[in-house]
């Protein structure tokens, strides 16, 4: 199990972003995460992955404290972490890239991997991880390099920012293969409802705060009305946002 207990962090200006969050992610289970620009998600997330540090509060894997860990220490016990903006890397091509990320896999699970962010293999694994990849592609690819590493606890950053429709529904597909095929735990951010209908539990964060929190079937009656638009009490300001 994955615990947040407690966690505090300020900017460098001392504004509060992350005010007392607390949350357990079990394993087999898939978090969404979900709130207003500026909630703090993000950060939250980057807190987890071990990019930022708490000022207050602990960070719990399997028992195990892991608050003042950096992101490798974090990776080597089984903690991956998906940016919301992936680094470009020149010179490095896809096939380098999951070959690093899982030294052990196979010419067939890399393609296989591929397939499943909607990347034609072929076409993809000798292009260089650079500026000549859209901003969708290279999300996917760094979605597969994480994919590929086959972590306890998998964190994705709003996966389906610059992914067509179609390759998205073959990623929450994947999502969803990830959490019941395996011993491991997904924490996803994300506004889109497709991402929240294949949730196990649902958090809502605004103002830095856990405002809501509950199983999908349960959040689901709080967040959509019958007709599939949002309850007064849920589309005001501070509230999720139109467009999840």
Not at 35 to 42: L, Y
Not at 110 to 135: C, F, H, W
Not at 184 to 189: F, T
């Amino acid at each position: 199990m994955l615990k947040l207990e407690n966690l505090v962090w300020n900017t460098p200006m001392g504004t509060t972003i992350i005010n007392n969050i607390s949350l357990a992610v079990p394993h087999n289970r898939l978090l969404v995460i979900t709130g207003p620009n500026g909630s703090g998600k993000t950060t939250l997330a980057k807190l987890i992955a071990g990019i930022e540090t708490p000022l207050s509060g602990k960070i719990i894997m399997d028992d195990e404290d892991i608050t003042d860990l950096d992101v490798s220490e974090r990776a080597k016990k089984g903690l991956a972490f998906a940016f919301q903006q992936p680094v470009r890397f020149k010179g490095i091509t896809v096939r380098d890239l999951l070959t690093i990320a899982n030294k052990e896999a196979s010419d067939a699970e890399i393609r296989e991997t591929l397939l499943k962010v909607g990347l034609q293999p072929e076409k993809y694994l000798d292009r260089e991880v650079d500026a000549k990849l859209s901003g969708g592609e290279i999300k996917r690819v760094e979605i597969a390099s994480v994919l590929l590493r086959h972590a306890k606890y998998t964190i994705f950053d709003e996966p389906e920012a610059g992914i067509d429709i179609w390759s998205f529904k073959d990623l929450t597909e994947t999502f969803e293969s990830l959490k019941n095929d395996s011993d491991s735990a997904l924490i996803i951010i994300s506004h889109q409802k497709k991402v929240l209908s294949i949730a196990d539990e649902i958090a809502v964060i605004d103002g830095g705060r856990v405002t809501d929190y509950g199983e999908r079937a349960e959040m689901f009656k709080k967040i959509f009305c019958e007709n599939d638009t949002y309850h007064s009490c849920c589309n005001r300001k501070g509230a999720i946002p139109d467009g999840i």
